[in-house]
């Protein structure tokens, strides 16, 4: 995903890609931020489609959600609630 709208609230990926040589464009399969009170933890990773073909992808699955639940889950960043609705609103017909 681009995250370049988030970078200005502080966020940077966990999981990071650069797409191709020549364009050279930051993406991220991981990140996480605070919105309100909550927090959030994005994954890219096409976790749940694999999860009845990979045992990896259950387990993987299962640790993202552990880390998001536990006491170690406490990110720095902290992205407006209007901005983040507005980047993770889908838009109608797409």
Same mark, same amino acid.
């Given at each position: 995903?681009?995250? /370049?709208?988030? #970078?200005? %609230? ?5 999981? #990071? ?7 050279? #464009?930051?993406? =991220? %399969?991981? @990140?996480?931020?605070?919105?309100? $009170?909550?927090?959030? @933890? &994005?994954?890219? @990773?096409?976790? @749940? ?6 045992? /990896?992808?259950? %387990?993987?699955?299962?640790?993202? &959600?552990? %880390?998001?639940?536990?006491? $170690?889950? =406490?990110?720095? =960043?902290?992205?407006? $609630? ?9 838009? $109608?017909?797409?």
């Amino acid at each position: 995903m681009d995250f /370049e709208a988030l #970078r200005r %609230y502080g966020v940077s990926p966990i999981i #990071r890609s650069i797409d191709h040589y020549q364009t050279n #464009r930051n993406k =991220a %399969y991981m @990140l996480e931020f605070r919105v309100g $009170k909550g927090s959030v @933890l &994005v994954s890219t @990773l096409n976790v @749940l489609s694999q999860i009845g073909d990979r045992i /990896e992808a259950g %387990y993987l699955l299962e640790c993202l &959600v552990d %880390y998001a639940t536990g006491d $170690k889950f =406490a990110p720095s =960043a902290q992205v407006p $609630k209007e901005e983040f609705v507005k980047l993770f609103t889908p838009e $109608k017909g797409k």
